[in-house]
């Protein structure tokens, strides 16, 4: 395991080197993002300035040290992105935004990464049971818009991680939503 503050790149990627000891990674999944409330009216700088660190630069340099420490035999990259890059949800105005870069940049990633043998992809969730979206208290209320009429579990969620990045596929530059019929594509 490796704790290292995403949004800084050198501390990243020393943190990841010592980790490794010299072996290459096969995969990287980023799930690490921050999703506080905001609208046009409660959008500061600052605000925006910590969401897309840590949801589109946390995103880059994940990318960019994983891409350092990548096996020569390639791997698989997983980004997390959000079913608001596609159909936003209220007072989510900086949150939305960034998740869409972040889907942009899952295409970018496959196109530029394709001579390392790397497939990029991104799962993009909407109501998930966490402990950060029961704290909120949203998701009671969201999940009645929701057509399965429930969150996705943890489990799910990681099942699809877990086969997306678990070995180089054909698939790469997409973004799979699992939102329960929320929003289908």
């Known amino acids: 395991a490796v704790t290292a503050d995403i949004t800084q790149y050198a501390a990243l990627r020393e943190a990841v080197a010592t980790a490794l000891e010299g072996r290459h990674i096969h995969a990287m999944i980023n799930a690490a ?11 500061t700088d600052a605000l925006y300035r910590l969401i897309f660190d840590v949801n589109v630069l946390g995103s880059v340099n994940m990318a960019k040290v994983a891409s350092e420490f990548i096996s020569p035999q390639g791997g698989a990259f997983l980004l997390f992105a ?10 989510q105005l900086l949150y939305s935004a960034s998740k869409a870069a972040v889907v942009s940049l899952v295409k970018s990633l ?76």
């Open 33 to 43: 993002g921050i999703f506080p409330t905001s609208t046009l009216e409660s959008s």
């Open 82 to 91: 959000s079913v608001d890059a596609f159909a936003v949800s209220p007072s």
């Open 110 to 185: 496959a196109i530029e990464l394709v001579g390392q043998g790397i497939v990029v992809n991104a799962i993009a969730p909407g109501w998930v049971e966490t402990e950060g979206t029961l704290k909120s208290g949203r998701i009671h209320e969201g999940v009645k818009s929701v057509p399965l009429q429930r969150a996705a579990s943890v489990t799910e969620i990681a099942d699809w991680v877990w086969h997306l990045g678990a070995q180089p596929g054909y698939v790469t530059g997409e973004t799979l939503v699992i939102s329960g019929g929320s929003y289908m594509r």
